[in-house]
């Protein structure tokens, strides 16, 4: 359920998924390449590395409902499906490939921008996620107007 010691940097990529684990205590605070903890019973990305230097991959940790403490940077694809995730409000700062975010929780609107990097570039400025990380509704209509009428660079 948990990793039993604790790891500093990985100079390749750590994979802990499929362990049945409930905590991320242990593990690095760094990996250059992937980061996997994908299959496990996770409720909550605390302890996760600060920056992945390729793809990093939480997939099917069906209590996970945020993102915070992910890694603020992601080289490459972050795979975040099928959990239970309701907000971006902890979207990492810098993804440098794609984003994989399907059957989780998010509201519907969410899809209706042609890329999330719009939403999360803007989303403090317009207060998309309520403090709680909860969709405001209201905010979003005036985001949604605002960037369909091109005016948001």
Known sequence: SEIPLQFRNVVGSFDCSSNKLISLKGCPIRVDGSFRCSHNFITTLEHCPEYVGEGFSCIGNKKLNSLEHCPKYVGGDLYAYKNSLN???????????????????????????????????????????????????????????????????
């Open 87 to 153: 907000t971006l409000k902890y979207f990492p700062e810098y993804i440098g490939m794609k984003y994989y975010l399907d059957d989780n929780q998010l509201p519907d609107e969410i899809f209706e921008i042609y890329d999330i990097k719009d939403v999360i570039k803007h989303q403090d400025e317009y207060g998309i996620w309520n403090n709680d990380g909860s969709f405001n509704k209201g905010r979003w209509d005036i985001f949604f107007k605002d960037y369909e009428s091109g005016i948001l660079t």
